[in-house]
């Protein structure tokens, strides 16, 4: 089993004719995606990479019978690509866009919940199944099937522990990367919840950075969970009130260190690693 997505998820690729769009398309087709529409309006009737394109998702569900959605809309029109989505009957919308506005974050966030989709993002990697399905731009050549589940506010964190530990012979489930805004659809708790039930997932990587409490809110799920967490928060160094890359990475009025998050995991049980090899260390010692 896997979480979210599988290889039974059918994707449509929402800006499929643009460059990156169809540079990472390429990509999850070759990993063995199953992406069986692109959307991009006024282009419908043409084709990518052997991809029939449409001019809306609607098109995509009624035509092609998409579930899935991954988008690589720019900023400005990527809120409305969402909402499009979730209206057509998306199920999972992975938006991969960084430098979405605030209040279309949030507009977007709700129309997903109403909907009753799920949205990884904004600003994120994506997800990927090991050896079933790959939504957004990871490098996969660095995952093998397994059963560790990670769930990540950070791209770069996520594939350096990844590949510790494939390193260490130790494969993973589903890597879930939620992305590093402020307002994101899908947070750590509603992802540890999906591999808590997940039968094949039997530890979870939770890797957090410093700004907000939502390390510290999963901390306290954490300590109702049957299967170990080993956990790893980056910006041990940072100065408060300077944001650190992500819009969310940033102290204020003395909340959100990494301090505090590691605190707070590790007296929920978790353990936490100092570095992203001892994290894959801590996995293999536990599994």
Known sequence: MAIIVDERTKVVVQGITGYQGKFHAERMLNYGTKIVAGVTPGKGGTEVLGVPVYDSVKEAVREADANASVIFVPAPFAADAVMEAADAGIKVIVCITEGI?????????????????????????????????????MPVQIFKPGNVGIVSRSGTLTYQIAYNLTKLGLGQSTVVGIGGDRIIGTDFVEVLRLFEDDKETKAVVLVGEIGGRDEEVAAEFIREMSKPVVGYVAGLTAPPGKRMGHAGAIIEGGVGTAESKIKALEAAGARVGKTPMEVAELVAEIL
Do not use: F
């Open 101 to 137: 506005p605030v209040h279309d974050e949030l507009k977007m966030y709700w129309r997903v919940k109403e909907a009753g989709a799920t949205l990884i993002g904004p600003n994120c990697p994506g997800i990927i199944s090991p050896g079933k399905t790959h939504l957004g731009i």
